[in-house]
């Protein structure tokens, strides 16, 4: 099983900037991503890395603003967030899974096809 364990996330005011860590104890699975969730919606995906060839995806929300990235020696995925925006805050969690579940469970935005999760790390913006 992949633990995952994020950190980085803090109080800050728009127009600021973050950079959110996800440290895994193996690279196993073939994607790695980024999910948030704000209080009484639901959790979206913001950001996706496929870890065999480096390919990364966004979200239109956050294209351009949010860059996620990997330390391979570390086991760690970052998430650069800048240009924060009050509408940024949220838990974010990050989650793997493998290619197969990903086709079959709706997409690499979907929640459900993600097997291993974090606890989450808070993103409040103020304006």
């Known amino acids: 099983q992949v633990q995952l364990v994020e950190s980085g996330g803090e109080s800050v005011q728009a127009g600021g900037s973050l950079r959110l860590s996800c440290a895994a104890n193996t690279y196993s699975l073939n994607y790695m991503s980024w999910f948030r969730q704000a209080p009484g919606k639901e959790r979206e995906g913001v950001a996706a890395?496929?870890?065999?060839?480096?390919?990364?995806y966004y979200v239109n929300s956050v294209k351009g603003r949010f860059t996620i990235s990997r330390d391979n020696a570390k086991n760690t995925v970052y998430l650069q967030m800048n240009s924060l925006k009050p509408e940024d805050t949220a838990m974010y969690y990050c989650a793997a899974t493998t290619t197969s579940r990903i086709t079959t469970n709706g997409g690499m935005w979907s929640p459900r096809a993600y097997v291993d999760w974090g606890q989450g790390t808070q993103v409040t913006v103020s304006s």
């Open positions: 890395l496929n870890i065999g060839r480096g390919a990364t």
